[in-house]
């Protein structure tokens, strides 16, 4: 089974600070991606990075970047310069096709991060 | 270029009442899925549909719930004989049309939020 984990239900950070999300999976499968969704009180999903499980190189979106681990199968997410707005529920999941999966989401159950001014 | 619309925002039904959720993807999306949200939690997987076909349904509960994506007008995510753990947010994901990468721009509407009294 696929498995998505955030191992920290809560955090938070001062304004201007660096902080860092994480989040393990567990999969049998090669090909796949990975992704970051930020979810604020408003409840909109949106989309705040991704990665490509064959790309080694770490992506990176302004103040957002993961530290992409396939071996660990860790996928963990930094925001540097923390801003209010950064306030929200921030969840990690994946996506695979193949063994019966048509491509849909798999997520883990979020981190409440708090950015404190 | 309108997003993901979601319709009603707010759906309040009485215990045996029918509930019938609403979306529309993006223009040119040809993908939709349906996650659903219980508090506190992470967004499952429920159902993907193409237009006039659902091509997985292995999240949706074996009874009172469907789903439709008719040619013509938005996906229905339908809830028959409504019980109280089935409070939750109802989110809706579309796709553009292809494979790989571009499949993964999966955009979401900002979700019905089901209060079953």
């Known amino acids: 089974a696929q498995t998505v984990t955030q191992s920290q239900p809560e955090m938070s950070v001062q304004e201007a600070e660096t902080v860092t999300l994480s989040c393990t999976y567990d999969?049998?499968?090669?090909?796949?991606?990975l992704f970051w969704y930020k979810q604020p009180p408003s409840r909109q999903m949106i989309l705040v990075i991704r990665?490509?499980?064959?790309k080694q190189q770490n992506a990176t979106e302004n103040r957002f970047s993961v530290n992409f681990q396939k071996a660990a199968k860790s996928f963990s997410l930094k925001i540097s310069d923390s801003q209010l707005g950064d306030t929200a529920m921030y969840f990690c999941a994946f996506i695979f096709w193949g063994g019966g999966s048509q491509g849909n989401l798999i997520f883990g159950k979020g981190t409440k991060l708090s950015v404190k001014p | 270029n309108a997003g993901v619309m979601q319709n009603p925002r707010h759906l309040v039904r009485r215990r045996g009442q029918e509930a019938r959720l609403r979306c529309s993807p993006m223009k040119g999306h040809s993908h939709v899925y349906w996650y659903r949200q219980l508090p506190e939690e992470g967004l499952k997987f429920m159902v993907y549909?193409?237009?006039?076909?659902?091509?997985?349904e292995s999240g949706m509960p074996k009874e009172r719930f469907s789903a439709e994506f008719p040619k013509e007008g938005p996906s229905i995510l339908r809830i028959q004989q409504v019980v109280r753990g089935d409070s939750a947010a109802y989110f809706c994901?579309?796709?553009?049309?292809?494979?790989?990468?571009?499949?993964?721009?999966?955009?979401f509407g900002q979700g019905t939020r089901l209060t079953v009294v």
């Open positions: 994901a579309s796709s553009p049309p292809g494979q790989g990468f571009r499949r993964t721009e999966a955009f």
């Open positions: 549909l193409q237009k006039e076909n659902i091509i997985d």
């Open positions: 990665q490509e499980a064959y």
């Open positions: 999969t049998s499968e090669s090909n796949y991606y």
